[in-house]
């Protein structure tokens, strides 16, 4: 049988429910689709490929899930660290954005952000940000899949002049983009203290009528916690929950001040939780208590936050920094072990963002979005458990070559749809605009 793509790899780690690593298989690949998953030796008989691609010394992985970040912000990496969120945001970030938000902001610092997550094995992202239609437009463009939010906030941006205004504009552009196969198109209302009530019950209605997610922040700082309870005597998880938001639809980001009735509700609502460990410690914003989350039967995917807050997007260092904080956090020494951040950043982000039968796996039917981590290097031998060593002692250098629905955007470490010459001369530009803060 002729097909497309044959890879045959050392180990094969499907991260499918029995979590079993394959060792000497291949991967077969047609109009971008798995179709095949079996050992080499039967695989060369079976099929003729147009390309073989031969990795004796690799792990092929599913692509890595980026459940949350904002894309474009990469632009804006280490102009204002080291402050707690609040005036990182107020008075510095906020007034960046009202002084140099536009189109070609978000068209450069999202390509930006495309290469670092390609080159760092990510093949899907999950978008808050300005200018939604700019981001899908160059996710397709560069060949990333790509859940981009649609923004709603209750005040005047660039992008829209009121929260009526940027649910018309998103659902305008969810209709424009419903039938790219690369994207899908989440509301994504900002957090509890930036949307009212009456947008959110909009917002709930139309993800219902279109069976879309909700994607947002929540529970992200005390801070946060405390001012709605001061408001209206409930907490933020309580309120969105009057209001119907909490569900399977319902991706919370952060969720860093959990009580335990707090953790209940988000399990039995079936809402998914994107934890971002690095993003969190480096703003101080507190520690989302992840295993008890996992054993509550929370679904707990993983992101970078955006490279303004973090200040890269490498999913790896993510994983490793999630399985350890929350050995840290919980006292125990096996919780969220290897295989489970791996799943975290693989599969879990694809049930947050409902796209699980497409991607998050290795599976026959699935989309090819593949990652291939060479494991001859010094720092990850000697080699006993594959997964291990990608959680606790690979790193994203040791990426060498990725595909998205069949198509090799990183071929032996180049990027094959994005000019990083090009790209450099643009970042350089936006950082010579960006140093005149006043």
């Known amino acids: 049988m002729k097909v497309d793509l044959l890879i045959q790899a050392r180990w094969i780690i499907p991260v499918e429910e029995d979590s079993a690593t394959l060792e000497n298989h291949?991967?077969?690949?047609?109009?971008?689709?798995?179709?095949?998953?079996?050992?080499?030796?039967?695989?060369?008989?079976?099929?003729?490929?147009?390309?073989?691609?031969?990795?004796?010394?690799?792990?092929?992985?599913?692509?890595?899930?980026?459940?949350?970040?904002?894309?474009?912000?990469?632009?804006?990496?280490?102009?204002?660290?080291?402050?707690?969120?609040?005036?990182?945001l107020q008075n510095h970030i906020w007034p960046l954005e009202k002084k140099w938000m536009s189109d070609s902001f978000v068209r450069d610092g999202t390509d930006l952000a495309i290469a670092e997550m390609i080159r760092g094995g990510t093949t899907c992202f999950n978008d808050m940000y300005f200018f939604p239609d700019i981001v899908a437009r160059q996710a397709i463009k560069q060949g990333i899949r790509a859940s981009v939010g649609l923004i709603v906030i209750d005040f005047p941006t660039v992008w829209a002049e009121n929260s009526d205004s940027y649910i018309e504009k998103g659902l305008a552009l969810h209709e424009q983009l419903r039938h790219e196969s690369l994207i899908t198109t989440p509301f994504a209302p900002h957090a509890p203290y930036t949307v009212s009530d009456s947008p959110l019950t909009k917002i709930r209605t139309f993800t219902d009528e279109l069976d879309i997610q909700i994607h947002m922040h929540l529970h992200e700082t005390k801070h946060e916690v405390e001012e709605q309870q001061q408001k209206t005597n409930q907490t933020p998880i309580q309120r969105l929950h009057d209001l119907g938001l909490l569900s399977p639809s319902f991706i919370a980001v952060h969720m860093t001040q959990l009580s335990e009735s707090d953790i209940q509700l988000i399990a039995e609502t079936g809402s998914h939780i994107v934890h971002c460990p690095e993003s969190n410690l480096k703003l101080a914003s507190g520690f989302c208590p992840v295993a008890k989350c996992i054993a509550a039967g929370v679904n707990v995917a993983l992101g970078t936050d955006s490279a303004a807050s973090n200040n890269d997007l490498d999913m790896f260092s993510e994983m490793r920094t999630a399985a350890l904080l929350a050995k840290g956090v919980s006292g125990d020494a096996s919780a969220v072990p290897a295989i489970t951040a791996l799943k975290m950043a693989t599969i879990n982000g694809a049930k947050a963002l409902g796209i699980d039968d497409i991607t998050g796996s290795l599976s026959i039917g699935k989309a090819a979005d593949i990652v291939a981590i060479n494991l001859d290097p010094l720092e990850t031998q000697p080699l006993y458990d594959p997964v291990s060593q990608i959680v606790y002692a690979a790193n994203r250098q040791q990426v060498t070559d990725v595909w998205v629905a069949g198509k090799q955007l990183l071929k032996q470490g180049r990027l094959t749809t994005i000019n990083i010459t090009a790209l450099k001369s643009k970042i350089k530009q936006w950082q010579a605009r960006l140093k005149e803060k006043e």
């Not at 039967?42 to 004796?56: H, R």
């Not at 904002?70 to 660290?81: F, K, Q, T, V, Y």
């Open 26 to 88: 291949a991967l077969v690949v047609n109009n971008g689709k798995i179709i095949d998953l079996l050992p080499c030796e039967q695989a060369n008989k079976k099929y003729q490929a147009k390309t073989i691609e031969n990795l004796p010394e690799h792990a092929l992985i599913p692509g890595l899930i980026n459940s949350h970040t904002h894309a474009s912000m990469s632009l804006m990496r280490g102009i204002a660290d080291d402050l707690p969120l609040m005036d990182w």
